[in-house]
């Protein structure tokens, strides 16, 4: 992997967000008997996957 993919700020804010969005989903799952992780968890993944799709992008553009 590049290391300005790493360097680019909105790719490391998607990934950050997105893991603390998936650890207060799995500790409300954990300590709620209701279902408002499924609040947390959707974002998370969008979050993952609009990430996940700059770094490609940015990869590709690098290659070039």
Known sequence: ????????????????????LSLIAVI???????????VFIVPSYILLFLSIRRADKLYKEKGK
């Open 28 to 38: 409300t799952a954990a300590t709620l008997d209701n279902e408002y992780w499924v």
């Open 1 to 20: 992997m590049n290391l300005s993919i790493f360097k680019d700020s909105k790719f490391s804010i998607g990934i950050i967000s997105s893991f603390i």
